[in-house]
């Protein structure tokens, strides 16, 4: 008997699986989705079968047998086979890579403990295919609603977060019995744990889960219901490292092949997600409502500047900041001192050499840092161009805005800095109320929400100046964040120069922010109009980068001459164009939604290996 087996290890994209014999003793065992031992080039691998039957690619003498079962039963339902094979066919990821990702560590001596675990698979009726639906909360009562609906349906549940401190969120919804019998997953999660974790899930087939996008690749044996907490936050996007999935377009590929049910719970959904409900794609339940408390109050600092004051807080919120009794944070988008660093009297920047961006600067250590290129080097005493000893700092960051406000307003009350570079001490946020934090949204996880009396965005302007099309997106999604894990009782000040901006008006009409960003969107053809894939590449000289750039687009130019659903961008440098070393050209693809599963996987066998393809990504231009 002639079968197919995917190794348990990298091989080439186009070499999906091997084939192998069966001793006829045997035959009669296999079922696709064991684990079998094979010999693989002098050496014993493991390898997961997905079907049986011969091929004409190779005739039976020429292959070798397997060297036996490991376990009886399967390994993996076929189900999750299936959707493995979707993921690896639309990321272009080799199979065997996200089979050794999603699997267990496969060592001989685990093998004896694993064995009890792999139980007979239920018999599981898949159900039709059922429209997602969104869940819109506006309070955190509504949030615990919809969750504790979720987690008391039968079967295998899956709650998913973008972030790991919000499975604590999920955890505290859920009454005291059912938090302690569930199934934690995150990127935290050593060796061992993760060997019970994936254990518990291949033998409970009513195991309740709740983690990060990891737990999508878990040994699903009853999955009836899927749900995405908090789904318009980018974090679900994996960008770094392949396959580069998106954990919604996962989802409902999970969700396709297990026959389970997936909710979108957020309080302020996705602007694609909002399509597909206003046009009957998918149901929702709830309503797109104003949050009347805690009401925004916007400080305008243009006027500051009329009257002097340059800092980066206006008067009046700094006077707030005074009179708080309770905890203040304070949120700003930079990490470090600043910024950047300019020259008083010349006004020269100072930039990475190798990026050509402004350096943020550190007082503690007194370094310029560049962030992309991660190199640094001493702020000199004096300007390298015009010899003058004067700075200025622009762009305030997380160190140099606790600074700001410990000499405004000489305070006594405690100030601590939560980014990157500071991680917060437990027993300074324990601390009584009335502390001071400052930090970018790093802080967020760390935060005890009930305690805040008074949060203050201080620079979200930034976000609606980045050239990325979700950028006003993601501000958008902060701020709705923001008012519903506050208190009621608590103040909620907006630093901006545009309260014009759909934006900030859209906080007392919701839908207008929807409208008025899918306007713009369908003018340039983004999401959700068409479903967009990144092409990236980066060489070690900008013209070779530029050469096969080019040549790639000639290629799939060419290849789509006569498809009028595809259209194919003209390479354009990165953002930064030199990273890692490396100059960066960026293609992008835009697919209508119609066929762009098919068309996507067209296009990408045009792309060489070299290349980085990155479906539905949260930008255009920015690859660090």
């Known amino acids: 008997m002639q079968i197919q087996v995917i190794p348990i290890r990298r091989l080439p994209f186009n070499i999906p699986h091997l084939d192998y014999l069966v001793d006829d003793g045997i035959a009669g065992q296999i079922r696709p989705g064991q684990l079998v031992s094979i010999p693989f080039r002098g050496k014993d691998e493991f390898g997961l079968i997905i079907s049986a039957g011969k091929t004409e690619k190779f005739e039976a003498g020429k292959l070798k047998p397997i060297n036996g079962l490991v376990f009886a039963e399967p390994l993996l339902a076929p189900e999750m086979v299936s959707f493995?094979?979707?993921?690896?066919?639309?990321?272009?990821?080799?199979?065997?890579?996200?089979?050794?990702?999603?699997?267990?560590?496969?060592?001989?001596?685990?093998?004896?403990?694993i064995d009890g675990f792999i139980t007979l698979?239920?018999?599981?009726?898949?159900?039709?295919p059922s429209k997602p639906v969104s869940h819109i909360f506006n309070s955190a009562v509504r949030r615990d609603e919809i969750v504790n609906d979720i987690a008391g349906k039968s079967g295998q549940r899956l709650i998913l977060c973008p972030e790991t401190g919000q499975i604590d969120e999920i955890l505290s919804a859920l009454p005291g019995d059912v938090s302690k019998k569930a199934i934690v997953v995150s990127g935290e999660l050593g060796a061992r744990e993760y060997f019970d974790v994936w254990t518990a899930v291949r033998s409970r087939p009513e195991a309740l889960v709740i983690g990060t996008r990891k737990a999508l690749f878990l040994p699903w044996i009853n999955l009836n219901e899927i749900a995405l907490y908090d789904e318009g936050n980018p974090d679900y996007k994996s960008w770094d490292m392949a396959p580069r999935y998106h954990a919604r377009d996962a989802a409902l590929m999970l969700a396709k092949h297990t026959g389970a049910r997936l909710h979108l719970i957020?309080?302020?959904?996705?602007v694609e997600t909002y399509f597909f409900v206003k046009n009957k794609i998918y149901d929702s339940e709830g309503q797109l409502e104003k949050i009347s408390r805690p009401a925004p109050i916007f400080a305008n600092p243009k006027s500051e500047r009329r009257a002097g004051n340059y800092g980066l807080l206006s008067l009046d919120v700094l006077e707030k900041i005074d009179d708080c009794e309770g905890d203040v944070f304070v949120n700003v988008s930079r990490r470090m001192t600043a910024g950047g660093i300019v020259c008083h009297n010349c006004g020269l920047i100072f930039r990475c050499e190798s990026c050509k961006r402004p350096m943020s600067y550190y007082q503690?250590?007194?370094?310029?840092?560049?962030?992309?290129?991660?190199?640094?080097?001493?702020l000199p005493e004096t300007c390298p161009d015009c010899r003058g000893p004067n700075y200025r700092m622009f762009g305030l960051g997380a160190d140099g805005a606790a600074e700001e406000i410990k000499n405004s307003l000489k305070t006594d009350k405690n100030i601590?800095?939560?980014?990157?570079?500071?991680?917060?001490?437990?027993?300074?946020?324990?601390?009584?109320?009335?502390?001071?934090?400052?930090?970018?949204?790093?802080?967020?996880?760390h935060l005890d929400w009930k305690r805040i009396k008074l949060f203050i965005m201080a620079d979200p302007d930034i976000a609606l100046s980045l050239p990325e099309?979700?950028?006003?997106?993601?501000?958008?999604?902060k701020i709705r964040r923001v008012q519903t894990a506050l208190s009621a009782e608590a103040e909620f000040y907006i630093q901006t120069n545009r309260p014009e901006h759909p934006v900030y008006r859209g906080l007392y009409d919701p839908p207008s922010y929807y409208e008025a960003e899918l306007n713009e969107r369908k003018t340039f053809g983004y999401p959700p109009y068409n479903y967009i894939v990144r092409l990236y590449y980066g060489e070690l000289s900008q013209a070779l980068a530029e050469r096969e750039a080019s040549r790639l687009y000639a290629d799939l130019s060419a290849l789509t001459n006569h498809v009028s659903d595809v259209k194919i961008s003209r390479p354009i440098p990165a953002n930064p164009p030199f990273w890692r070393a490396r100059y960066w050209q960026v293609i992008i693809v835009k697919f209508n939604y119609k066929n762009y599963k098919k068309r996507a996987r067209e296009i990408f066998t045009a792309v060489p290996e070299e290349w980085k393809i990155d479906p539905n990504p949260n930008s255009i231009l920015s690859i660090s």
């Open 84 to 113: 493995f094979e979707e993921l690896s066919a639309f990321y272009r990821a080799p199979i065997g890579f996200i089979l050794k990702t999603a699997l267990l560590p496969m060592k001989k001596s685990k093998l004896p403990k």
């Open 121 to 128: 698979l239920p018999q599981k009726k898949l159900a039709l």
């Open 266 to 270: 957020s309080p302020a959904p996705s």
């Open 364 to 378: 503690k250590d007194g370094q310029l840092h560049c962030r992309f290129c991660k190199k640094s080097r001493p």
């Open 416 to 445: 601590i800095v939560i980014d990157k570079d500071a991680k917060p001490s437990p027993d300074d946020l324990s601390a009584d109320e009335g502390k001071i934090i400052v930090g970018t949204d790093f802080a967020w996880p």
């Open 469 to 477: 099309y979700k950028s006003a997106e993601e501000l958008w999604q």
